[in-house]
């Protein structure tokens, strides 16, 4: 098996579009994981970490904030892979294609390839695979035998139990005043009994920050339209408010009936959401490429949005961007942007209902994109 090492020697995470540069407490977890990575970086010594908890407990936050500040981690090569949205029939290609190791044919030959590497390269690889409940415990046990600094994320003990991993940092729920310290950095135009009752809210039910946030987005856009509502009536009565505990509580009892993917679908501005009509059009196994989607965008527009479409392939790029970092879709980024790859984060069955709720979006749905 021939592996080429063509590649660049640090780099490799998969470009993170949002991430957060500092973050509100979570400090002695993030001082375990660096000091496992400063370890066994430094010494050259393999290793796995598993880190755990519950949903939206700043654990993905926690590792790209690590590999985004850190610059000394930077230079090694390193590998941040999210298994929901790899196939697992393509993990050991995904891990091949992001380290730059060249390998032909299937699954197992770039397992074989990338096995190759971490044997042979100088500098031990870091991977880190984040939702590493997805994958099965062969593909773990396996990667746990190999000369890699391996830590993974999940919400479960079960995978960390059967592997026997060297280490686990778990990241308890979020309380009452951890969530009302983050919102209150996030959100500065609420009432400060609107932020402590969402707070209270969500660390009652699950603790939570995704929601919390989700909740405090969708009270703004409550709020909004409210006043919309009202300057429409009188002027008097259009005043900048802020938000209260009224409009926490009716986006409270929604982001909990419904997924917040399709809360945020609801928002979306009408290009975007043409977008991703376009994309559950487009995209049946295969991935689909920037450029791909651009000219198909672009082809859709036309018919169906009387040619209103974006300027240049640039401003499109930047809608897709938004649109990854309000989770909806993702983004593997190539030098060459035309050729970087577009996964819906959806599941297709749900934005295909979303979008079928909208008279443009559906036509785009049920039209072939001829
Ligand atoms: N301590 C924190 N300060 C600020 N934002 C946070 C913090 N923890 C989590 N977040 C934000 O909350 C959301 C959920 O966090 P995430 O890391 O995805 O959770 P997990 O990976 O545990 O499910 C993200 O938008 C993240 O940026
Ligand atoms: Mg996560």
């Not at 390839?113 to 593909?139: C, G, N």
């Not at 940092?169 to 005043?177: D, L």
């Not at 909740?215 to 009188?234: N, P, Q, V, Y």
Request: net charge positive.
């Amino acid at each position: 098996m021939e592996v080429s090492r063509k590649r660049k020697r640090h780099v490799t995470s998969h470009v993170v579009s949002h991430v957060e540069t500092t973050l509100s407490g979570r400090r002695e977890e993030m001082d375990s994981i660096r000091s496992f990575l400063s370890k066994h970086v430094k010494k050259q010594r393999p290793g796995s970490l598993f880190v755990t908890g519950p949903p939206g407990t700043g654990k993905t936050a926690t590792i790209k904030t690590i590999f985004t500040n850190d610059t000394w981690l930077q230079r090694h090569t390193h590998v941040i892979a999210n298994c929901m949205v790899i196939r697992p029939t393509e993990v050991f290609k995904t891990i091949a294609n992001k380290l730059g190791v060249a390998c032909q044919g299937g699954e197992k030959q770039c397992q074989q390839a990338v096995k190759e590497y971490t044997k042979t390269t100088k500098d031990l690889v870091i991977i880190v695979l984040d939702e590493v409940d997805q994958l099965t415990e062969k593909v773990i046990t396996l990667l746990l035998n190999w000369r890699v600094i391996l830590i993974g994320i999940g919400n479960t003990f079960t995978v960390t139990k059967a592997t026997g991993a060297h280490q686990i940092v778990n990241f308890s729920a979020y309380s009452v005043q951890d969530i009302v310290a983050i919102l209150n950095e996030k959100f500065n135009d609420f009432e400060k009994s609107a932020i402590e009752y969402c707070a209270r809210k969500v660390a009652a039910v699950d603790g939570d920050l995704r929601k919390a946030l989700d909740i405090c987005r969708h009270a703004k856009a409550i709020a909004r339209g409210t006043k919309r509502k009202r300057s429409a009536l009188s002027y008097s009565q259009a005043r900048a408010d802020t938000i209260n505990i009224q409009h926490i509580g009716t986006a409270f009892s929604s982001v909990y009936t419904e997924s917040a993917a399709a809360l945020c679908m609801k928002e979306l501005p009408l290009q975007q959401t043409v977008a991703l009509a376009t994309l559950v059009t487009i995209q049946q196994k295969q991935d689909v490429t920037l450029g791909k989607f651009y000219d198909a965008f672009c082809k859709v527009c036309k018919k169906h949005l009387n040619g209103k479409c974006c300027q240049s392939d640039g401003e499109f790029f930047g809608l897709c961007d938004m649109l990854e970092s309000r989770g909806l879709l993702l983004l593997r980024k190539k030098k060459q942007v035309r050729l970087s790859t577009v996964l819906l984060k959806m599941e297709p069955a749900d934005v295909d209902r979303l979008l079928r709720q909208d008279r443009i979006t559906c036509n785009i749905l049920t039209r072939t994109l001829s």
